[in-house]
């Protein structure tokens, strides 16, 4: 986090605010995994358990929202201070929209056994997309805390990798439909949890482009890999 200030009241409150982030980082973070486990098992009573922590999250949002607005209009911070508290905004926001897949997530995953055929088609496939997808949050997470450019860089680079297995599970599922059109509907279903689980890594990439901008000073967003590779290092 950024040096300390002749107000020790404000370092406390960037100290705080930085905190409850990443407490909302966390609460995301168990909520994506479990969603997950209810993916791979086929468990609605896990499913509705990651709808519940749904109202959490966003309580949360709107929590640290406030906070940010209090800190802002006192302080009037300038600067790495300013685009700190910018960031943990967009942050925040985009950690609530996790959230908010995962919970779409649970409640596909309920529609799919609701409908009888969970078993007859590839959603086991789904999980390395979305363990690939978890580890992008939790590098990013961990990121955030360290304001670490070079592990955010390298979680840019890692959407790519979640954007071709996505592709490739979409190339699947297609042919699914093709042999029985019968399938059609269930696979719908998997192809909208395999958005969710791909809108997640853009979140999580989203979040990385956001430490570089408050440790570089730049916006590196819709930038070519190689300009962001330029600014981070």
Do not use: C, W
Request: overall charge negative; aromatic content about 4%.
């Amino acid at each position: 986090m950024p040096d300390k200030h002749l107000s020790s009241q404000f370092d406390s409150d960037l100290n705080h605010v930085s905190a409850r982030l990443l407490e909302l980082g966390g609460l995301v973070e168990s909520q994506l995994r479990q969603a997950i486990y209810a993916l791979s098992e086929f468990s609605t009573e896990v499913a509705q358990q990651v709808q519940e922590t749904e109202s959490r999250v966003n309580a949360m949002e709107l929590e640290i929202d406030r906070e940010l607005t209090s800190i802002i209009a006192r302080r009037q911070p300038t600067a790495v201070d300013l685009r700190l508290l910018l960031a943990i905004s967009k942050t925040t926001a985009n950690l609530e929209r996790v959230g908010d897949e995962a919970a779409k997530i649970a409640r596909m995953v309920k529609s799919i056994i609701d409908s009888g055929s969970a078993r007859k088609l590839p959603a086991y496939e789904l999980r390395v997309a979305a363990d690939m997808a978890a580890e992008q949050l939790r590098k990013v997470l961990d990121a955030f805390a360290r304001l670490d450019t070079e592990e955010a860089l390298q979680i840019v680079k890692g959407d790519d990798h979640l954007d071709e297995e996505f592709n490739g599970f979409v190339r699947k599922l297609i042919t699914y439909m093709m042999e029985d059109p019968r399938t059609i509907s269930p696979s719908l279903d998997l192809l909208f949890l395999a958005k969710s689980i791909e809108r997640i890594g853009d979140h999580a990439k989203n979040i990385a482009e956001f430490i570089i901008y408050i440790v570089k000073g730049a916006d590196v967003r819709h930038a070519p890999i190689e300009e962001v590779e330029s600014v981070a290092r």
